[in-house]
């Protein structure tokens, strides 16, 4: 059994870089339309390809699709140099998991972008493997099937905070954990979280009452 994490809003929160990042690309342009902060928030748990439309609409594709390659190297450059915002008590759940369960991270960003996360966390050490589906030009689903595939797992479970991450899970046939603190509040599902500290203690629960019903 594999335990595997979605980032935005379910470990991270980096919806001021990815606006910040927004703005130094675009501000200066005269052919893109402003884009806002609520656009960005929207945008988060989107993959890259939806996020080209989301954005910029009225642009043609490839410039797009250049603009918002440049928006996530951006993003990354300022995630580095520390504008990140970790949930509260995220760092202490992962460690606590780790000793008990293999971990690991699907986003539909780019794998260096999980890269990012795990660099700038000092967590690196207490996950298995990450997936950036973006840079396999795969959807999140996928990925979830590819984690649990190369790490010769049956049984996932997938914590994230969108009505997209539940359709991703789903797709895997993976058990869904619905982080309430991240964008979407309200997600209808059996597991939800209201803090990732709750994690372990979900996690625990489940598993008891999977071997109850076997036994």
Known sequence: MIIIFDLDGTLWDTIDATYQATMNITSKRNDI????????????????????EHYMPNLEKEKSVEILRQ?????????????????????????????????????NNNDEYAKTFLETSNLK???KDYIGAASY?????EAIKLMLKRNNQTVGYYVGDTKKDLEASNEANATFIHARYGIDKNISTTY???????????INK???EKRKKID
């Not at 939800?192 to 979900?202: H, Q, S, V, Y």
């Open 33 to 52: 339309n402003k884009i806002s902060k609520k656009t960005v928030k929207t945008g988060m748990g989107l993959s890259f390809e939806e996020n080209v």
């Open 137 to 141: 030009n795969i959807t999140k689903g």
């Open 206 to 208: 489940i598993e008891w």
């Open 71 to 107: 928006i996530n190297k951006e993003t990354i450059k300022l995630l580095k140099s520390g504008k990140t915002k970790f949930y509260f008590g995220m760092k202490r759940t992962i460690k606590k998991l780790s000793k008990k369960y293999p971990l690991g991270i699907v986003t």
């Open 192 to 202: 939800k979280i209201k803090n990732i500290i709750c994690l372990p203690f979900l």
């Open 125 to 127: 050490q207490y996950f």
